[in-house]
């Protein structure tokens, strides 16, 4: 019965599943009340009708597999529930009712923590001054004797709940981190590919004065290379760090899980307080740098030589020889500095405007 027990909570709420028991495409079973709070934590800005569902369709992730399910206008009460769940669930209590032993009995057969101080004493109470659970000789005769408590079984319902809505809270904020690594892999994708296209339309400008701007269009090409695999460097980086974020993010969701499975109040309170820090550290981002708007766009590397064309089709390499009778008796003379060939302008490279510091800086959220 016991282990019969552990198949039968709910990965959400770490309670027994209630009526109705909805089953995910990916076999896995929800409540159909934590269902649907893990659908609108991961759909916040969907119209919601005026009971308070989603009025439109949307998705969220499997708790159990991160599967990812895709609802209809009906939201989650277009799941199919789960028959034969709720029947197990029905004989299990009138199994437990009858003869088996109760599942308070079991669970409060696991041995309570004493008092470091009052070694015979068990904790059961907590100290709200100080924020940890003691024993009822520390509240009377101890260190706590001055301060506030209160019953430890209320302290206990209380920090469930926040560590509950802490694990859920990091769930759509998990969803929102892969989201934005799937963004950043489309930007690498874009840059990669205006790139590809940005160097094509250089090359074909290029060809039109191939002999003379040879080595300008392979500084150019150099340049876009450069540019591409500083920008799609930066951007792997960046991802490599939303990635560990996000692993992170997982690993403490998996610790808080193990932590909602412990029984013993007193245990669960003293390894909850630093966790729910860590949780609420955790879903801040703003130590994490963001891509500006337009960094992907590589348009800023054009070449436009209409008129280096203009100039080189009106130059004229024929010089007359009408005076050369004259001044054959005459020393050789330098070329004239205004002779065709001298005049031709040398070829101005292309446009190629360095990305501005700016554009590779990053303004943190």
Known sequence: ???????????????????????????????????????????PYLPTSRSGSLASGGRFKCPSCRHEVILDRHGVYGLQRNLLVENIIDMFKQESGSGGTPTPQRKEAAAAPMCDVHKEEKINIYCVSHNVPTCSMCKVFGAHKDCEVQPIDSIYQTKKTELNDGIAMMLGNNDRLQGIISQLEEACRAIEENSRRQKNLVCEKFDLLYTILEDKKRDMSVKVTSEQEEKVGYIRGLTQKYGDHLEESCKMVAKGLEIMEEQEMAVFLQTTKPLLKQLADACSTSHLDKVERGYENMDHFAADFRHERQ???????????????????EPEAAPPATSAAATVPPPTAAPSNPVPAAAKSVASS
């Open 311 to 329: 100039v080189l089709s009106s130059i004229d390499f024929l010089q007359e020889d009408d005076d050369d009778d004259e001044d054959e008796d």
């Open 1 to 43: 019965m016991e282990n019969l027990e552990k198949q039968l909570i709910c990965p959400i709420c770490l309670e027994m599943f209630t009526k109705p028991v909805v089953i995910l495409p990916c076999q896995h079973n929800l409540c159909r009340k934590c269902a649907n709070d893990v659908f609108q934590a991961s759909n």
